[in-house]
């Protein structure tokens, strides 16, 4: 079974502040490597897919890059609303998910 | 408009089977390509995947939980649906179901349905 593991497991931050996540692989995944938020008795939401792409509606401040093993999720000057959990998922052999990263207010 | 619900029981007694329905609209479970997974969510913690039924029957599961896990799909009632044996405390936690889009990326999820498990 594919592990990922996700850093840091939390962080704390500013409005308008950049952050990076990362998930690494514990064998490749190729280019399937998803990314979610998730708010607190809510679903989670996709950002991206397929490593890279950004899902329709989703703002151009997330970003991410990877493949293979090491994937990184970027948010761009953070807004209030991105104050929340996310989530990779890797879909490359079953799928699995990493323990997620709490991006929380400094 | 795809949108998914889950429904089922809110609390399951101890070595009893878990049977949850995932409602589909919008998207037929027979197109080429579909997908619909179930995931859970232990209060507080991490997603964790549990399967996934393809349009054509194919079906892909947790190995941690293939020996307890069946999904299966009713297509004259656009539901799949999730039955879990044998369900103990740890089993407690948000089951979602979602669609499989076609970045292979579960892009629309039910609301969840919390179950627990206790006697």
């Known amino acids: 079974d594919i592990q990922l593991t996700q850093s840091p497991s939390s962080l704390a931050a500013s409005v308008g502040d950049s952050v990076t996540i990362t998930c690494r692989a514990s064998?490749?995944?190729?280019?399937?490597l998803h990314w979610y938020q998730q708010k607190p008795g809510r679903a989670p939401k996709l950002l991206i897919f397929?490593?890279?792409t950004l899902e329709p509606g989703v703002p151009s401040r997330f970003s991410a890059t990877g493949s293979g093993t090491y994937f990184t999720l970027s948010i761009r000057s953070l807004q209030p609303e991105d104050f929340a959990s996310y989530f990779c998922?890797?879909?490359?052999?079953?799928?699995?998910f990493g323990q997620g990263t709490q991006v929380e207010m400094k | 408009q795809i949108t998914l619900r889950e429904s089922g029981p809110t609390l399951v007694k101890p070595t009893q089977t878990l049977t949850l329905t995932c409602s589909c609209s919008?998207?037929?479970?027979?197109?080429?390509?579909?997908?619909v997974g179930w995931i859970r969510q232990p209060p507080g913690k991490a997603l964790e995947w549990l399967g996934l039924?393809?349009?054509?029957?194919?079906?892909r599961y947790n190995s941690s939980l293939r020996s307890r896990l069946t999904i299966t799909k009713d297509t004259s009632r656009d539901q799949v649906v999730l039955t879990l044996t044998n369900v103990a405390p740890v089993d407690t936690a948000t089951y979602y179901c979602?669609?499989?889009?076609?970045?292979?990326?579960?892009?629309?999820w039910g609301q969840g349905t919390l179950v627990a498990v206790s006697s």
């Open positions: 397929a490593a890279t």
């Open positions: 064998q490749t995944v190729s280019v399937y």
């Open positions: 039924i393809y349009w054509d029957d194919d079906k």
């Open positions: 998922q890797q879909t490359y052999s079953a799928s699995s």
């Open positions: 919008g998207f037929s479970l027979t197109s080429s390509g579909v997908g």
């Open positions: 979602a669609h499989r889009g076609m970045g292979d990326a579960f892009d629309v």
